[in-house]
Nanobody, 115 residues
Framework: VQLVESGGGLVQPGGSLRLSCAASGFTFSSYSMSWYRQAPGKSRDLVADITSAGGSTNYARSVKGRLTISRDNAKNLVYLQVNSLKPENTAVYYC?????????WGKGTQVTDST
């Protein structure tokens, strides 16, 4: 299993960006996927997840309305659209899957508010 995140960077307040996660090594379309984030000095927290076919999504209360998770099963990609960026959104964002009862993470992509 391999998860590779991309799309992070320095963003102005109120700005937007789309994070991507390329998955390989498992049957992507059969598994729910999640995004977590970890701010400096804090724990790694779940922000969004999506079912295998993309028909259902869930969000942490703190990000609801500003983050959108989606997936493209034909391309083995899962996305996280981050809108209306705030300083508290500065974090490393990680892609996650549970495969055969084992947690797998990517190396993460850094999102930084530019203020």
């Amino acid at each position: 299993v391999q998860l590779v995140e991309s799309g992070g960077g320095l963003v102005q307040p109120g700005g937007s960006l789309r994070l991507s996660c390329a998955a390989s090594g498992f049957t992507f379309s059969s598994y729910s996927m999640s995004w977590y984030r970890q701010a400096p000095g804090k724990s790694r927290d779940l922000v969004a997840d999506i079912t295998s076919a993309g028909g259902s999504t869930n969000y942490a209360r703190s990000v609801k309305g500003r983050l959108t998770i989606s997936r493209d099963n034909a391309k083995n990609l899962v996305y996280l659209q981050v809108n209306s960026l705030k300083p508290e959104n500065t974090a490393v964002y990680y892609c996650h899957v549970v495969w055969r009862k084992v947690n797998y993470w990517g190396k993460g992509t850094q999102v930084t508010d530019s203020t």
